[in-house]
């Protein structure tokens, strides 16, 4: 995967009308439609900004939700709430098509001029969207002479707002996804070592490519959360009530095989914090690995904590993608935040790979002593599995 792609900083957008693909897929309240959280308009801020100030006339695109699963969609899922908030933001009018490639989208893209910003209505609302439809993909790109791309949460789908367009355009990243192809993709081509990446989360079966592609680049690879359990079994371990991707354990034992022969560090929890139960109650400990039958691992225990950190702490780069344990239960939340503060103190390029550790350094207060922080929870994995992102593969190559 090549991750050297143009920028929106790379070309002349002067006069041009750019197509923008953003993330404004953003959290609304059920019953009132009304946006929760617009941080996912707040970070398409700089992009848009920089393609005013530079003169460019901005057609924004994004989808919202899923159209398909909802009866009404056209009243549920419109971006209107969006373009109102969007100008608020920007402090000026953001015109709003009430269609994506209809006569009034088009209408509204003729006229725009340079320095005005205009919000197509929802991509899905058109099923060939999530075809990546040739043709809707022509008329989108028809109203535009740049295409910009800068919504990394979808980056690993092929739509036509995501991809489907540059085969009509020249196509470059937005500001966000720069950031996410020069950090983390920098960290997976040419890593500052050594290479620490930390996996935790649920199951192994969500990360098995990122399992497979970390071990031909890392150094050391630590396994926390509930994964760890299938590979304490592989080990020979009991494991109690512990989570268990049964259909994995052969997968487990190949992939210790695999980082003994190519060198690298795999460290698995050495002791744990238990429960009777799923709950939030008070923890047991189990001190030399090996889980009781009534018990379920909820947590890494101190002993993980302190081999964990210390593997952490001369790295060069650090990746982590997963918390260490049930970091959503105050008793069984230790060794996530001592993995945040870990990556915190660390002196290495810090790069937590969206999902659930974003949230655990977000809510632990880390989230400013982190290098980068990825915004897209898929698209992050698929990037650390190593994929080709069809969203980026489309991009320039600089
Ligand atoms: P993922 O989406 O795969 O990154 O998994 C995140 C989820 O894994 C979080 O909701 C955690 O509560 C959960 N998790 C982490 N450790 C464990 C564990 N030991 N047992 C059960 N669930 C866990």
Redesign the pocket.
Known sequence: MNYNKKSVKDIDVNGKKVLLRCDFNVPQDKATRAITDDKRIRAALPTIQYLLDNGAAVICCSHLGKPKKVENFREVLTLAPVAKRLGELLNMDVIFATDTIGEDAKAKAAALKPGQILLLENTRFDPREEKNDPEFAKELASMAEIFVSDAFGTVHRAHASTAGVAAYLPAVSGMLIQKELEIMGGALANPKRPFVAIL????VS?KLGVINNLLEKADTIIIG??MAYTFKKAMGYSIGK??LDEEKIDYCRDMMAKAKEKGVNLLLPVDNMTAPEFADVEPQYSEDGNIPDDQM??DIGPKSIALFSEAVKDAGTVVWN??M????FDHFNKGTVAMAQALADSNAITIIGG??SAAAAKKFGFADKITHISTGGGASLEFLEGKELPGVACLLDK
């Open positions: 935790g989360g649920a199951k969500d959360g509930g512990s989570l691992g909820m997963g918390p344990g049930v970091f959503e999902g659930d």
